[in-house]
């Protein structure tokens, strides 16, 4: 669990982030959640964002991305979800 202050901190950091993630129709899949896993394991801080077609919302999204590969939602904003989950091989983020 990551505290206030290393969320403020994260949520700078990502705001220099334009790669986004998109989910679009459907389910979570298992190739989606490969990617984002892989992503996160990659670079520890993402941006997923949400195509206005999908099925879910982006409550629901978060709820299963976060539950599924164990990672925190550090925020949410419209369709846009930043993801953090540090990694166990390339620690890159080292938090205050």
Known sequence: M????Q???????ANTIEQRYLFGKGEVDEAFLAQI????EAKELIKVGL??????TADELANEL???LNCELVQ?????LVL???SKRHKR????
């Open 7 to 13: 969320v403020r901190y994260l949520r700078s950091l």
């Open 37 to 40: 896993d892989a992503a996160l």
């Open 66 to 68: 976060t539950s599924r």
């Open 51 to 56: 195509l206005q077609n999908s099925s879910l």
């Open 84 to 86: 953090y989950r540090e």
């Open 93 to 96: 983020i080292v938090l205050p």
């Open 76 to 80: 949410h904003i419209g369709r846009v």
């Open 2 to 5: 990551i505290k206030g202050k």
